[in-house]
T-cell receptor, first 112, second 112 residues
Framework: GESVGLHLPTLSVQEGDNSIINCAYS??????FIWYKQESGKGPQFIID?????DKRQGQRVTVLLNKTVKHLSLQIAATQPGDSAVYFC???????????FGKGTRLSVIA | EAGVAQSPRYKIIEKRQSVAFWCNPI?????LYWYQQILGQGPKLLIQ????????DSQLPKDRFSAERLKGVDSTLKIQPAKLEDSAVYLC??????????FGNGTRLTVT
């Protein structure tokens, strides 16, 4: 079946460095993608989204890149801070109002 | 704006007992979701409501799980009888139609 997955289960980065979290998706019909951050004991928190008519979108310290050719999504975090330590999930939506499908997540650990 | 509220925060029950979770979505959000998140995995959709109608319950184990949203606002999710494998965090989320999901902090269920 269609699924959303992540290349790496864990990622450790030095404080101040940039982080890149990757995600592969399998459904070429997906048209909406979201990155969520989940801290321990909390629900997933929306970070940034992108629609399939774009290949890049920037937020505050975060950038999402979408490569539809290879069905790849990435989240870049600039100047990673200890507060960025969390599990990051990508999620995809097949059309408009259909439910999001989440990947398994990548744990980001920031080394001070 | 107030976020998605869930209660209780934690629940411990014995197998074969019943349990209920409550969710109050963000005001004005017509769409409400219940997700199950097993430790180390991404959230998995159980049921989606649009106002008080069910949009998708294809992954809800209907022999033991039930959910309702009678007045199109609050929702309850019930498990009866619980099994050991139901131990998970149950997340409620809400959204405007076609927009990203806002999650509550979940109810952590332990079935012993």
């Amino acid at each position: 079946g269609e699924s959303v997955g992540l290349h790496l289960p864990t990622l450790s980065v030095q404080e101040g460095d940039n982080s890149i979290i990757n995600c592969a998706y399998s459904n070429s019909a997906s048209d909406y993608f979201i990155w969520y951050k989940q801290e321990s004991g909390k629900g997933p928190q929306f970070i940034i989204d992108i629609r399939s008519n774009m290949d890049k979108r920037q937020g505050q310290r975060v950038t999402v890149l979408l490569n539809k050719t290879v069905k790849h999504l990435s989240l870049q975090i600039a100047a990673t801070q200890p507060g960025d330590s969390a599990v990051y999930f990508c999620a995809e939506n097949f059309s408009g109002n259909t439910p999001l499908v989440f990947g398994k997540g990548t744990r980001l650990s920031v080394i001070a | 704006e107030a976020g998605v509220a869930q209660s209780p925060r934690y629940k411990i029950i014995e197998k074969r007992q019943s349990v209920a979770f409550w969710c109050n979505p963000i005001s004005g959000h017509a769409t409400l979701y219940w997700y199950q998140q097993i430790l180390g995995q991404g959230p998995k959709l159980l049921i989606q409501f649009q106002n008080n109608g069910v949009v998708d319950d294809s992954q809800l184990p209907k022999d033991r799980f039930s959910a309702e949203r009678l007045k199109g606002v609050d929702s309850t999710l019930k498990i009866q009888p619980a099994k050991l494998e139901d131990s998970a965090v149950y997340l409620c989320a809400s959204s405007l139609v076609g927009q990203g999901l806002h999650f509550g902090n979940g109810t952590r269920l332990t079935v012993t």
